[in-house]
T-cell receptor, first 111, second 114 residues
Framework: KQEVTQIPAALSVPEGENLVLNCSFT??????LQWFRQDPGKGLTSLLL?????REQTSGRLNASLDKSSGRSTLYIAASQPGDSATYLC??????????FGKGTSLLVTP | GAVVSQHPSWVICKSGTSVKIECRSL??????MFWYRQFPKQSLMLMAT?????????EQGVEKDKFLINHASLTLSTLTVTSAHPEDSSFYIC??????????FGPGTRLTVT
């Protein structure tokens, strides 16, 4: 069964810093990997989707990379802002359609 | 873009009663929908896979007689929590998608059982 791990569990940074969130998965046979943002008590917002044949995806200040062979993905956030404060979830799809989620990284960006 | 709605967004019910949560794909047809549950400070855990016109597939440890799923049409799946207890209080989220790599999530339903 696919296991998804996210490190760190929580992170606090001052505004303006660049930061990296890590995600690892145990089974490299994945269809895609997806990063989500979740605000407290809210649903999920998809940030970036990386298909298994891709190495990275970029959207604005966000960049996600994927290394299938090592079972790792990183989400890079440049020039962090207080509005970036949220929980970031990494999820992979392997043999089925459902996503396997990590426990998330809770990010706090302080002014 | 594809939109998935959930109703209600929050519900409070008494212990022993049943609650129905709806998940709708508003602008696309979804042969498969997924139901997830999220406890406080935990990640989303898949409960079941809902297939239009057939029985749902439940994950290990999820009681199918307690969490009834009906996928009656290509745009609607319902989750009924029967005889709810306080430990069923959670955040329930559904997703739908036409392809394995495109899942669209609903906004979630907060269930509180008193």
């Amino acid at each position: 069964k696919q296991e998804v791990t996210q490190i760190p569990a929580a992170l606090s940074v001052p505004e303006g810093e660049n930061l990296v969130l890590n995600c690892s998965f145990t089974d490299s046979a994945i269809y895609n990997l997806q990063w989500f943002r979740q605000d407290p008590g809210k649903g999920l917002t998809s940030l970036l989707l990386i298909q298994s044949s891709q190495r990275e995806q970029t959207s604005g200040r966000l960049n996600a990379s994927l290394d299938k062979s090592s079972g790792r993905s990183t989400l890079y956030i440049a020039a962090s802002q207080p509005g970036d404060s949220a929980t970031y979830l990494c999820a992979v799809i392997d043999s089925g359609y459902a996503l396997n989620f990590g426990k998330g990284t809770s990010l706090l960006v302080t002014p | 873009g594809a939109v998935v709605s959930q109703h209600p967004s929050w519900v409070i019910c008494k212990s022993g009663t049943s609650v129905k949560i709806e998940c709708r794909s508003l602008d696309f047809q979804a042969t498969t929908m997924f139901w997830y549950r999220q406890f406080p400070k935990q990640s989303l855990m898949l409960m079941a896979t809902s297939n239009e016109g057939s029985k749902a597939t439940y994950e290990q440890g999820v009681e199918k007689d307690k969490f009834l799923i009906n996928h009656a049409s290509l745009t609607l799946s319902t989750l009924t929590v029967t005889s709810a207890h306080p430990e069923d209080s959670s955040f329930y989220i559904c997703s739908a998608g036409q392809r394995a790599y495109e899942q669209y999530f609903g906004p979630g339903t907060r269930l509180t059982v008193t």
